[in-house]
């Protein structure tokens, strides 16, 4: 039976990856942050054979122990300060554990294994790294392996330091690291600050009568949107390539957030804009304006392909949060 380390255990991807995870037999641990974290009610419901050690990615300790205790064949760094708003208002926090964190994790894999080279290298523990599209920032779409960082948020930069310590560590150690560059992905599970869900929510609370407007910032910027549970797939699929290497994930499509807006309002039979306000105070100070993976590394050496697509995408948080929202679960 392997075992897997999952860091960022309550956020969207650590439950999907886990669920799958468990599905192919693994023992799961889960690291997770803080006393009483509230978000440890909805994994030990959703994935309740997730074992739960306490940790945090600016606790160099606390690593070192998580990964003595738990002994993992791979470990997965979902764990991140990931909302980019925010990451101007923390840019420290987010350097912290977005940037350094994820060195954190490959020195206790070190620590824990033998700081050498040859006890490090791929025979040993396999680490994956949640890099991001957001690295490319303002670089010109469609975006691949080979395309020039160019990060416009303090949490792009964290990632970009992430992703080349990632990349330095498998060069410098020989340790089988790779890096998953994942475009936007979404669901059900995604967090209510970001746009997606924010317009999925809304637009089931305003079709029930429980809300009546929407404010949105800027309308104009496109992102390539798939399903999280497709893309925690190709994160265990590079672990299990007899090479490490880094990886472009994403749909290939690209869509704006009035796009997102439209569709989401048209699947409770709504006009969207009849119900949004803009908010200039929710512009960011630097913005992405276009993403649009092409993950054809990804298809051909991973195998990999999104089985959900934008509509399925849309329609399945609409769906769901109508199913949260209405009588039945108030
Ligand atoms: P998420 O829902 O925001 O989850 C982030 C996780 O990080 C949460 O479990 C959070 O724990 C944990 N965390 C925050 N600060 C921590 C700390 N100091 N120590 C330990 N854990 C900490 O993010 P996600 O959407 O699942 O994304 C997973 C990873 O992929 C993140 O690294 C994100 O940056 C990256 N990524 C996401 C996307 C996307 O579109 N979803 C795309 C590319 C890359 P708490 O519950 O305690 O806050
Ligand atoms: O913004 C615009 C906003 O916050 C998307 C994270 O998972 O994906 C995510 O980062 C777009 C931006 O996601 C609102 O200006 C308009 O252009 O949903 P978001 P993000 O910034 O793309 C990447 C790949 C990650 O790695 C990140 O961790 O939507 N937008 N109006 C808005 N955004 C928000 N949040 N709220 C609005 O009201």
């Not at 002994?71 to 926090?93: I, K, R, Y």
């Not at 020195?107 to 690295?135: C, D, K, L, P, T």
């Not at 790779?178 to 475009?183: A, D, E, N, P, R």
Request: aromatic fraction near 8%; proline fraction near 4%; charged fraction near 25%.
């Amino acid at each position: 039976m392997k075992r897997a380390l999952i860091t960022g255990i309550t956020g969207q991807d650590g439950r999907h990856l886990s669920e799958l995870l468990l599905q192919k037999g693994y023992e799961v641990y889960g690291l997770m942050r803080g006393q009483h974290n509230p978000k440890r009610a909805i994994v030990e419901d959703e994935v309740p054979d997730v074992r739960l050690l306490e940790g945090d990615l600016t606790d160099q300790v606390s690593l070192i122990s998580a990964i003595q205790k738990c002994q993992p064949d791979e470990v997965f760094n979902l764990g991140a300060m990931s909302f980019v708003s925010l990451s101007w208002n923390q840019p420290e926090l987010t350097g912290n554990v977005t940037g350094l964190g994820a060195l954190r994790v490959l020195e206790a894999i070190r620590n824990v294994q033998g700081a050498n080279a040859s006890a490090a290298a791929s025979s040993g523990i396999r680490f994956y790294q949640a890099s991001s599209s957001e690295m490319f920032g303002a670089a010109p779409a469609p975006q691949n392996e080979a395309t020039l960082f160019h990060p416009r948020s303090p949490y792009g930069v964290a990632k970009v330091f992430a992703h080349h310590i990632t990349v330095n560590y498998r060069e410098s150690y020989g340790m089988f690291a790779c890096s998953g560059i994942l475009f936007n992905h979404e669901g059900p599970r995604r967090g209510p600050e970001f746009v997606t869900r924010k317009i999925s929510k809304a637009a089931a609370r305003i079709k029930l009568g429980v809300q009546d407007r929407l404010t949105l910032g800027n309308l104009e910027s496109k992102r390539d949107w798939g399903y999280a549970g497709d893309y925690v797939e190709a994160m265990w699929l590079m672990l299990q390539q007899a090479r490490p290497d880094d990886y472009v994930i994403g749909t290939g499509q690209c869509h704006s957030v009035r796009d997102f807006a439209e569709a989401a309002f048209r699947c409770v039979g709504l006009n969207w804009e009849e119900y949004i306000d803009y908010d200039s105070s929710l512009l960011r100070p630097a913005e992405v304006d276009v993403l649009q993976a092409d993950a054809s590394k990804a298809r051909k050496a991973l195998g990999w392909s999104p089985k959900v697509d934008f509509d399925g995408l849309v329609s399945l948080m609409v769906e769901k949060d109508l199913e949260r929202e209405g009588p039945a679960a108030r």
